[in-house]
């Protein structure tokens, strides 16, 4: 036993040849799947039991699908996933010529970059949405200071107006109190007798003057005598 061990250190690492796949490939086809703790003795292969049966698992075997996982495939895988989270072994039993490392590596690859852009497209909506709160509250405060600066100019213009009132309001007064507001009822009533005494004297002198025979003296009382 001891001579057909292999130290750790010695086994080989990296890509497999041809040379490698070929002689794994005999062996298994020989001896069946399940027993790679031996095939480094009985197959001459320099690699130890994990990687021979990845390697097999994951490109040897008969009935592997190559090429990118399908639509439909990733669907499943999806479900799969909602149900049995990363029982990665159990879904490739769902999925016929697909591995489990294969899946793993696909959803690792494929969702972790769909993570990230969802969480770039949530940052840049968070950013936009603060942005957009910080212009509402800046336009905002400019309608409030704007609103309080028509505010001041109207108190302003009242408070001139109401000033100018002011000033004006004695003048008024002083005027108003200059003009007589009585007038004595004596200068209307003599006024008024001796325009109706002149007129009454008018209206003789042309009734007179219309009538040309008749004789007219004038009295040293101030009137005429017919």
Known sequence: MESWSVSEKEWRKGPWTPEEDKLLAEYVSQNGEGRWSSVA?????????????????????PGLKIGHITPQEEGIIIELHA????????????????????????????????????????????????QEKQTYEEKKVEAINNESVLFEAKEEHEDAVMELENEMLPTMYEDFVSCP?????????????????LNNCSKMATANSCEPDAIRIYSNSGGYIY
């Not at 130890?48 to 390697?55: D, E, G, I, M, T």
């Not at 507001?181 to 005494?197: K, R, V």
């Open 83 to 130: 149900l049995w989270g990363n029982k990665w072994s159990t879904i490739a039993r769902y999925l016929p010529g697909r591995t489990d490392n294969e899946i793993k590596n696909y959803w690792r690859t494929r969702f972790k970059k769909k993570r990230k852009t969802s969480e770039k497209q949530e940052s840049r909506k968070i950013i936009l949405q603060t």
């Open 41 to 61: 003795r009985f197959a001459g292969l320099n690699r130890n039991a994990k990687s021979c049966r990845l390697r097999w698992v994951n490109y040897l075997r």
């Open 181 to 197: 507001d009585t007038i004595p009822i004596d200068s209307y009533l003599w006024g008024g007798l001796w325009n109706q005494q």
